[in-house]
């Protein structure tokens, strides 16, 4: 299957107008351009952290973490860790999400394979160093899925009972909760307070 160059349109809420933005990527530890983007992986829900949209994109074959920074407007890469070995491949038993696990930035990746499935929870420790990623592995069963993690760290799943439930997960204590409402359709993010207008308009509060 040909893969297309990615592009990107931004939309100015104070203008209501679309626009569209150079994809030329830097990265965060210097190394200068890597270059237009090949492939940005639809399949794992971009995450809005640190004033930066993520998502997991790929140049040829090299895979990394692609982040928008609202505020300047650019695109930088966030290389994975070097022992990391999702590589560049369309197994559909291998699942990634992206997530804030206690505040920081992290990649959640398991297979649906089985009965038991093991999750590989990398968390990035010092935003954009790569020498501060760290892994935990945590193993569950039954898991149908994985849509975020709770502020304290827990892991929100789903898993197969008759229907389908959600819970929660703690990979401390292992402790499991179920939370009592439907599965999630595709996508969760933090919850923010409240939605100002950058141009000092209105403001939506909770």
Not at 89 to 108: D, H, W, Y
Not at 164 to 179: A, I, Q
């Amino acid at each position: 299957m040909e893969r297309r160059p990615a592009h990107a349109e931004v939309y100015t809420l104070s203008t209501d107008s679309w626009r569209k933005v150079g994809l030329s990527v830097e990265s965060l530890n210097g190394s200068g351009s890597i270059g237009c983007i090949d492939y940005i992986d639809a399949s794992s829900p971009s995450l809005f952290f640190n004033g930066a949209l993520h998502s997991v994109a790929y140049v040829k074959e090299h895979k990394f973490i692609l982040a928008f920074d609202v505020d300047d407007e650019k695109f930088r890469e966030i290389r994975l860790p070097e022992e990391y070995k999702g590589g560049f491949s369309m197994n559909i038993e291998q699942i990634e999400r992206l997530a804030v696990f206690k505040g920081s930035l992290a990649l959640i990746s398991y297979k649906i394979v089985g009965h038991t499935q093991a999750f590989n929870i990398w968390v990035m420790r010092d935003y954009g160093v790569v020498e501060s990623w760290t892994k935990k592995v945590v193993k569950l069963e039954n898991v149908t899925g994985f849509f975020g993690c709770s502020s304290s760290g827990e892991l929100m799943i789903t898993k197969y009972y008759d229907p389908v439930l959600t819970f929660s997960f703690d990979p401390e204590s292992r402790k499991e909760n179920e939370l009592g409402f439907e599965v999630p359709e595709a996508y969760t993010a933090n919850f923010m307070e409240s939605l100002v207008l950058l141009n000092g308009g209105l403001a939506i509060t909770n």
